[in-house]
């Protein structure tokens, strides 16, 4: 098990809200930039939100308005979607980036979780 471990995914019904939690261990995480990404069979594993220590954030264009990322205490990320849609369907990563902006490059994350399922029912 990494310094990242994610929580929460699992079968929720299209309409239905979700949230997706990511716990730190081992370090810690307060200074760096936090992201979710996504990655659909095939696909390449895309930035779904990121946050900076500051509060700083960015988002994926498919998901702004819906999904919300925020930082509960020094190590833990939330990412909480209010209208759960089934392309919303994907193994979702937690990651930490050393960079002081919300980037979307995967390359700068270098700490990773194992992924969760996450799968929306029309």
């Known amino acids: 098990q990494g310094p990242l471990v994610e929580s929460g995914g699992g079968l929720v019904q299209a309409g239905d809200s979700l949230r997706l939690s990511c716990a730190a261990s081992?370090?810690?995480?307060?200074?760096?930039?936090m992201g979710w990404f996504r990655q659909d069979p095939g696909k390449e594993r895309e930035l779904v939100a990121a946050i900076t220590s500051g509060g700083r954030t960015n988002y994926a264009d498919s998901v702004k308005g819906r999904f919300t990322i925020s930082r509960d205490n020094a190590n833990t990320v939330v990412l909480q979607a209010s209208s759960a849609k089934p392309e919303d369907t994907s193994v979702y990563y937690c990651?930490?980036?050393?960079?002081?902006?919300?980037?979307?490059?995967?390359?700068?994350?270098?700490?990773w979780g194992q992924g969760t399922q996450v799968t929306v029912s029309s």
């Open positions: 081992g370090r810690i995480f307060s200074g760096y930039t």
């Open positions: 990651a930490a980036s050393a960079a002081s902006i919300p980037t979307s490059r995967r390359e700068l994350y270098r700490y």
